[in-house]
């Protein structure tokens, strides 16, 4: 399976922050309580910019270089 399974050309197959109302999606999210005001600007920064800032998501002893080693 690779990229030409997939009508990459449809819009419609789009996930919705790659939608036109992907902005209105947000909006609405926030407006029904499913997401706090810290949610909002980032999914809109991720929205117009194409990433976000997770802090904290990572426990910080996961990402202690000791952690890492070469398989």
């Avoid at 902005?23 to 976000?52: C, N, T």
Wanted: charged share 30%; aromatic share 8%; proline share 7%.
């Amino acid at each position: 399976m690779d990229s030409t399974d997939f009508d990459i050309g449809n819009p419609a197959l789009r996930p919705w922050f790659d939608q036109p109302d992907a902005m209105k999606h947000v909006a609405a999210l926030r407006e029904a309580g499913k997401i706090d005001a810290k949610e909002e600007a980032a999914l809109r920064q991720f929205v117009e910019e194409g990433y976000l800032v997770m802090d904290g998501a990572i426990e910080e002893p996961l990402l202690a270089p000791h952690q890492w080693r070469a398989r």
